[in-house]
């Protein structure tokens, strides 16, 4: 953007430029450029609206094991410049830099049941935003024993965290962290221009283990976390914009399970507390969601399984659109 400032067209608007004329020009110039990309990348925004609310797939892979192909459990929500992560799997705080969320826009956490899948990076990604220049508050929401869990990630980093507010003269991190624990669905949270409203949903023997749905001024998007066929997530989902829904391929449950010594029981887990696609598209169509979202993709990097065959089983009772999760997709 210097380089403007030699800019043919800036230099033209003047008779006689002096350094003021230069400014001025610039000024235009830039705002030009702010409200030709505005228009680009943001036709709401250049209809004078206020910008649309955003949802990022951070991580779409079902499973603690890391992956080449794909993250653990997570997705952001940015809304007024505010960042909503739901559950933080491994490497949260990077896939947010790579889906270009500033990580000191961090406002809320909410982890939907306590599986390391889904929890491994909690502590990590609010530390790591601290130390990448977070200064505001962050509420962090979820079932027992979040509390305790914050509590005891920092008192495990409290060497590093100590140092760094000596050293770096950085501001105190635990007065940032504000947790909500909760054992039943409702409304969490409700703000000028976003309510969030959580569900209890079926994963057991991991209870409770929540649902959430986001209500913001434009669109209302549900993530449903890792569940059997739930009827509370149905009614949590009803009428949403976006469903982003926990999905298994059950024919290929037994290829994932045979490269492991407790197949079996590996197996019963994972048909017993999860959604297959086919039963996603049935809870989406019974939902009346516009746009069904299967994450969270167990298995997650089989090749015999395209993603045509995910769409294929989910369309069996649904209609309306679908889309195959994928790491850094933004819906
Ligand atoms: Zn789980």
């Known amino acids: 953007m210097i380089a403007s400032e030699q800019h043919p067209g800036i230099e033209a608007q003047s008779s006689r430029p002096g350094v003021d004329d230069v400014r001025i020009a610039r000024r235009r110039f830039l705002l030009a450029v702010a409200s030709m990309a505005g228009a680009a990348l943001w036709p709401w925004a250049a209809r004078g609206q206020a910008a649309r609310t955003r949802v990022i797939l951070l991580g779409t892979g079902g499973g603690p094991r890391p992956r080449k192909t794909s993250s653990a459990a997570a997705q952001v929500i940015v809304s007024d410049g ?16 790579l889906a270009g969320v500033s990580l000191a826009s961090l406002r809320h956490v909410f982890i939907t049941h306590h599986h390391s899948d889904h929890n491994a990076d909690y502590g990590n990604l609010i530390w790591l935003a601290w130390a990448a220049g977070l200064r505001t508050r962050v509420d962090a929401w979820g079932p027992p024993p979040l509390e305790k ?3 005891l990630f920092l008192e495990m980093n ?26 039943d669905g409702g409304v969490i949270l409700q703000e000028e221009n976003m309510r969030v409203t959580s569900a209890l949903v079926k994963h057991p023997p991991v209870a409770p283990a929540f649902g959430y749905r986001f209500d913001a001024r434009d669109r209302s998007i549900v993530i449903s976390g890792d569940t059997a066929p739930s009827d509370n ?99």
């Open 82 to 97: 505010r960042a909503y992560v739901v559950d933080c799997g491994d490497g949260v705080a990077r896939q947010l830099v």
């Open 233 to 331: 997530l149905i009614e949590l989902a009803r009428g949403a914009d976006v469903l982003i829904h926990d999905a298994y391929y059950p024919a290929a449950i037994d290829r994932l399970v045979s490269r492991v010594p407790n197949a079996s029981s590996l197996k019963q887990s994972i048909v017993s507390h999860h959604t297959s696609a086919e039963d996603a598209g049935r809870i989406a169509s019974a939902a009346k969601v516009k746009l069904l979202v299967l994450s969270h993709l167990v298995p997650p990097d089989d090749p015999e399984v395209s993603d045509q065959m995910w769409i294929d089983a989910a369309r069996r009772h649904f209609q309306g659109s679908i889309v195959v999760g994928k790491d850094l997709l933004e819906i």
């Open 158 to 183: 409290a060497y590093d965290i100590s140092t760094r507010i000596a050293d770096e003269g950085r501001i105190p991190l635990a007065p940032l962290i504000h947790v909500h624990e909760s054992t």
């Open 149 to 151: 869990m914050t509590k």
